[in-house]
């Protein structure tokens, strides 16, 4: 029951971020939220430079910062399709792994202006969301940020 319940709430959560309502995600947020966006790219160097090693580097932290990357998020306009969710733990040690396609509809429906494909790794305790972890082919992120940059590319 714990498990469906937790799924059932990343699906509406999901479905809410994507009409551009990211509140319920961070009500969800300890105040000691991680965020961790491997790669080097525009999103993972918002606040600090990237670290390349093998430790979880955490990108950003704590409520403003994740409130800035969800800002970013929704207006670029990206999309979230879940494929699956695998729930993991008891509420004090909850893992969750989202297998989800992420893209940015082109002009006039015609194909995606950006697409990938995403895990999306959170850790929540008791309720609240302290970690976070997206893996995606970064290059496609760091080409999405050239394309940006340089329209006529």
Not at 109 to 123: S, T
């Amino acid at each position: 029951m714990y498990k469906a319940t937790i799924r059932a709430l990343l699906r509406h959560s999901v479905k809410r971020l994507n009409a551009g309502d990211f509140s319920l995600m961070l009500k969800m947020a300890s105040p000691d939220f991680e965020l961790a966006f491997p790669g080097v790219h525009s999103w993972s160097t918002m606040f600090r430079p990237q670290v390349l090693s093998r430790e979880r580097h955490a990108t950003h932290l704590g409520i403003d910062e994740a409130v800035a990357f969800a800002e970013r998020f929704v207006a670029e306009g990206i999309q979230f399709e879940i494929e699956d969710i695998l729930v993991n733990g008891p509420p004090w040690n909850t893992r969750i792994a989202v297998r989800v396609r992420d893209f940015i509809s082109g002009p006039s429906g015609q194909g995606d202006a950006y697409a990938n494909r995403a895990i999306l790794f959170q850790e929540i305790r008791w309720g609240r969301l302290v970690r976070w972890e997206t893996y995606e082919d970064t290059q496609r992120v760091a080409e999405w940020d050239a394309r940006r940059a340089n329209p006529s590319r």
